[in-house]
């Protein structure tokens, strides 16, 4: 095969990871801070892939605008989702957790699969075929606009975090618990935030996703696995690590469709995922676990 | 050893025991094809959860990825009978160690490098990940296109090959759900369960205490891998057919697990209850809605989920916990 299909892969994988990266810094924010593993997450991301298809075939919205409107909505999702549900568990042990996220999953999922049915949507955008090309290498624009935004959407979360007194706050919760209770922190109202903003970032990254894969109600589990994957081999509770670890993934399953079948692709997913667990369980980008 | 199993029980839950046990064997007679079937797939599934329940309730090692205990199982069974006429219980020689060596290889992995919690819970959501796409392009199982049982009308039950009616197939799982809920019993009341319960309920005492933490909780895989095993062999006897994307899948490794979970992690009845509740609800939504001609498809899983979601909310500790204080058969505070 020619050098530059492998170049184009690899570009499109880097892009595409990019947003991979973005849908598993929710998860891995949720988990760093609120210590709760989030297995809606994937299901979380088809309600906003739907809201984007829903926009745009509704009212002519491109996703890429709808971007801030679907993260904003996920925000607020998120926060509740925190306040009623979950805040009552931090304390509870993991499969109590696990059996309340999975329950949510199914039940979102279905509520999906009941309004839009089983048939797999999709957002055909204006520049939906065009492409970037410099030299022999050819990038489609969707993923180029889309990898843009999700570089933009985690500075600004990085920002968020580093800047304000709310996020300097959050991390403070997430590195000691009684100290933030002692110190007179929100504990309860924070973990809320964070889990908003966790459900931002994966909605933020479903309305880009559609520009690039198509949407169905049980599209949700496959996702939440990747973004395990990601976010453990990126380190969990790094934000460099996410979009690290899903550039890696990206790069991996579209070299693996190339050289491999496409169906066998999350295979080397998981083959990092192991050797990581392995060798290096606290990530490549994680700090050492205690 | 019978001694035992039967010191400590309440006499109360003898006398239940006794006569739950002799409604669900007299139960082929009074019930209809339909309801055999799901009392079958009840009895499966507390066969499942109970051996889930010896790696999470006993030793607090929590497998989100039981299906490859299931799919190993079944699969070398079933293939080892398509290929080369193997009966079941033969296969079954061959699907214990394996299904045993692949909980050994991820226990060990697991334990040995530290890898605990949630962790270790995605690890093992990983390999049943692994065994799925792998299974889906091995071509000696027939890939994604799947492995079919050979299916004959049968004059007769064929128990040694595992050919026949529901009815055997319905004595059968039973039995391996007696067998099942007796060795967790005599398990739970022998050296390596009360290791297990202090693993589970914290690792570093029990280290300090003398106890071989990573030789325990590897017993605990790989027993709780071959139990589960038998199970996998059931599954493809009974409904003839294997397909990846079905016994590997996330999905039915999240079915195994809610059982017991609903019915009270660590407690002996906990995966039978469980099951009854979880597939008892299941077909009572369907059958619901069926009555009232309702065919959304979607809206008995959302009950489903709204169940799991109240269930869980109000019994933390599962079902059968609070229900066995109030039949008077709590041991232990159990």
Redesign the interface.
Known sequence: MPLEVYFNVVIGGVLTGLVYGLMALGLSVIFGVVRVVNFAHGEMMTIAMFIAVLAFSALHLDPLIMLIPIAAVMFVFGYALQVALINPFIRRPEHTQFLLLVALAIIIANTLLIIFGPDARSVQTAYALDSFQLGPIIIDAAKVYAGAAAILFTVALFAFFRLTLVGKAIRACADNYTGALVVGLDVQRLYALTFGLGAACVGAAGAMLVLVVDVTPMLGPSYTLLAFVIVITGGLGSMPGALVGGVLIGVTEALAGLLFTPSAKSMFAFAILVLVLLFRPQGLLGRRLS | MIARLTTGVVRRSTVLLALLLGALVAAPWFVNDYLLTVLILILYFAYAGQAWNIM?GFAGQ?S?GHAIYVGLGGYVAATLFVRFGVAPWLGLLAAIPIAAAAGAFIGF??FR???A???F???T???A??AR??F??WDLVNA?SGLFLPVREYAHNDLWRLRGDPTMFYYVILAATVVAFALCRLLLRSRVGYFWLAIREDEQAARAAGIDTFRYKMYAVMISAAVTAFAGVFYAFFYNNLFPEQVFG??RS?GI??GP??GG?GTLFGPILGAFVLTGLAETLNSVMTAFGLD????T??F???C??LV??AL?DGVWPPLARRLGVAEDGK
């Not at chain 2, 959304?296 to 809206?299: D, E």
């Open positions: 999470m929590l989100l992995l697991a490098f530290g890898v919690g949630v962790y819970a995605i690890l959501i990983a390999f990940e692994f796409i792998g889906d392009h994604s996330i999905s999240i697990i809610l979970i609903i992690v959304l498809p979607g809206a899983q959302v489903y989920g709204i799991l979601l869980v909310v933390p």
